[in-house]
């Protein structure tokens, strides 16, 4: 091929240089010719990619489809249910609630209802209409000097930095408007969380941003200084998250400007660590030590934690530590193995940590089974993007939903996969200002409080038709689920219940024994 290449481009050349004698204006040919003929040389001469190399000039064509295949695939091959992580029907359902579109669907449902893994949720005869203040859960342990009244559904950890200023503005625009509640992520607290004026849970991961000291361990001064700000409503401290537990990240130091070095209190020239593991706590009892040191620094606002579920015996550990010293974090957010992330190893995302109806299920139980249910709160992170999907959380234990790629797509993502090379379209996901400047604050933040009704509004319906009319009344066994063409399951059937204190009572009966045994709460 390369020497047929060789001999058309001369034969090309040749053929025009003659052609030229009796019709010059030809020669405005050379102007697309000489630079492909260039190309082709250069693909002959460079030695990393060998399609190139052996292929000059027609060989870029399988780089060029390998570059727009997602978006052939998301547009002329996918069909309405196909798609990941969000198939089509699942984003079109959130554009039409935060746009304020019609949301409603004809001719029937698109699924086989007579698939393996199918859903669905049992109904009454006598349905009821709940009252939207059903849809408010209070968040606040005795301890809690500050409780706060928390939606039902609200916006889950996303940084500054992973998204942009104009994507954190308009969610927390959104979040004041609809009165919920916006995560920071742990990249810090930013001023473009703070300007709009939302209800905020400032996260603190391993790299403690906006609260640590020159060395990157916390600084309690720098905590308090924030933490007592009036729109910081909770703090949550980060032990792990769904896309790539146990791993941590590293921002090189050539990434750093002004506006992040202030935001995350770190120090210029060098790069900056966000460790696997916290630095301020080793162990389960030095950890809620750690929470009632927040607790007071904050003024008495509600402290918990947020972790994919991994080792079980390091959860139960946590709850000894708990037990022991009668220092209870105020809410735990439970992460699924599903949820998403600007970028992590492939490894991570897909191999490692337990999704979330079974972590949801483990955490709900073991806090049954030593008695703490009553005190704490569950908060179900990952993949909640419908009034169904909210209803199956509850069933399994959650007092409260979290979103965050949801609410990204109500801001107007289009699941472009290029959340990892600052190339978002949409100015969701980028640092680029050309991009970010396309995403509008003001409309954008209508939406997100939109779909935030719309879909309070349908976990309600939803709830009223089984004939409930407080989310806590929902159960596991109100939600069924097809295991096999020729079997359907409850969720009580396929995630058993404890009973209050039967880890106490009987720990040989209810399938965490060997972890309650290996718990400690001197280490994890």
Same mark, same amino acid.
């Given at each position: ?10 034969i ?5 240089? $003659?052609?030229?004698?009796v ?9 697309l010719v ?5 190309r082709?040389?250069?693909?002959m ?7 190139r190399?052996n ?8 780089y060029l489809?390998?570059m ?9 091959v996918?069909?309405n ?7 089509r029907n ?5 554009y ?9 669907l004809?001719?029937?449902t698109q699924?086989?209802v ?17 009252d939207?203040?059903q849809?408010?859960?209070?968040? $606040?342990g005795?301890d809690?000097?500050?409780p ?7 916006v889950?950890?996303m ?5 942009s200023?104009?994507a954190i ?21 930013s001023?473009?969380?703070l ?5 905020l849970?400032w ?8 609260c ?11 905590f ?8 910081v ?20 130091a ?6 992040i070095?202030?935001?995350?209190h770190v ?30 620094l ?5 402290i918990?934690?947020?972790?994919c ?7 139960? $550990?946590?709850v000894?530590a ?19 992330t ?5 490894e991570?995302?897909?191999s ?7 972590g ?6 073991a ?5 703490l249910?009553d005190?704490?709160r ?13 209803a199956t959380?509850?069933a399994?234990?959650a ?5 965050a790629?949801? #609410? ?7 699941q ?15 640092q680029?200002?050309?991009?970010v ?11 997100v ?11 309600l ?5 089984t004939?409930l009319?407080?989310p ?10 097809r295991v096999?063409? #020729? ?10 219940q ?15 024994s060997?972890?309650?045994?290996l718990?400690s709460?001197?280490?994890?």
């Amino acid at each position: 091929m390369r020497i047929l290449f060789l001999s058309l481009s001369a034969i090309v050349v040749l053929a025009i240089a $003659g052609f030229s004698l009796v019709w010059p204006p030809i020669l405005w040919a050379y102007v697309l010719v000489l630079p492909a003929i260039a190309r082709g040389i250069v693909d002959m001469l460079q030695t990393k990619q060998a399609i190139r190399r052996n292929f000059p000039l027609i060989g870029n064509a399988r780089y060029l489809m390998e570059m727009i295949r997602p978006e052939i695939n998301q547009y002329f091959v996918e069909s309405n249910s196909d798609g990941k992580p969000f198939s089509r029907n699942d984003r079109s359902v959130i554009y039409q609630r935060a746009k304020g579109d019609l949301d409603t669907l004809p001719f029937g449902t698109q699924k086989d209802v007579y698939e393996t893994g199918y859903e669905w949720i049992n109904h009454s005869l006598a349905p009821v209409h709940p009252d939207p203040e059903q849809a408010r859960v209070t968040i $606040g342990g005795a301890d809690c000097t500050q409780p706060y009244s928390a939606s039902i559904f609200n916006v889950s950890g996303m940084s500054y930095g992973s998204l942009s200023k104009n994507a954190i503005l308009a969610l927390n625009a959104g979040a004041k408007m609809g009165n919920f509640a916006h995560s920071t992520g742990e990249g810090g607290l930013s001023p473009y969380h703070l300007e709009p004026g939302g209800d905020l849970v400032w996260q603190i991961g391993t790299g403690y941003f906006s609260c640590r000291d020159k060395q990157g361990r916390f600084d309690p001064g720098a905590f308090a200084e924030r933490a007592t700000l009036p729109n910081v409503k909770m703090i949550e401290i980060k032990l792990s998250q769904g896309a790539k537990p146990g791993h941590g990240g590293i921002l090189p130091a050539a990434k750093l400007t002004q506006e992040i070095i202030d935001i995350r209190h770190v120090e210029p020239g060098h790069d900056v660590i966000s460790p696997p593991a916290h630095s301020a706590f080793g162990t389960p009892l030095e950890m809620v030590q750690f929470i009632r040191q927040l607790r007071e620094l904050s003024g008495g606002k509600p402290i918990g934690f947020k972790l994919c579920v991994g080792k079980r015996h390091e959860f139960l $550990g946590i709850v000894k530590a708990m037990l022991e010293t009668g220092i209870l974090a105020d809410f735990i957010t439970v992460d699924g193995g599903e949820g998403g992330t600007g970028a992590a190893p492939i490894e991570f995302s897909d191999s490692v940590g337990t999704p979330l109806n079974e972590g949801l299920s483990f955490v709900h139980n073991a806090l049954v089974g030593t008695e703490l249910r009553d005190r704490i709160r569950v908060i179900a992170s990952g993949k909640v993007n419908t009034g169904f999907a909210m209803a199956t959380k509850v069933a399994l234990g959650a007092d409260v939903c979290n979103a965050a790629r949801a #609410m990204m797509i109500a801001l107007g993502c289009i699941q472009a996969l290029r959340c990892n090379s600052n190339a978002c379209p949409t100015g969701v996901a980028t640092q680029d200002p050309a991009l970010v400047n396309g995403l509008h604050v003001g409309d954008k933040s209508h939406r997100v409080a939109r779909y935030h009704r719309e879909t309070v509004k349908s976990f309600l319906e939803v709830l009223g038709a089984t004939g409930l009319q407080r989310p806590r009344d929902l159960k596991p066994w109100f939600i069924m689920k097809r295991v096999s063409a #020729m079997e359907i399951r409850s969720y009580a059937d396929i995630y058993p219940q404890l009973e209050p204190g039967q880890l106490f009572s009987s720990p040989a009966t209810t399938g965490m024994s060997r972890a309650w045994a290996l718990a400690s709460i001197t280490q994890f």
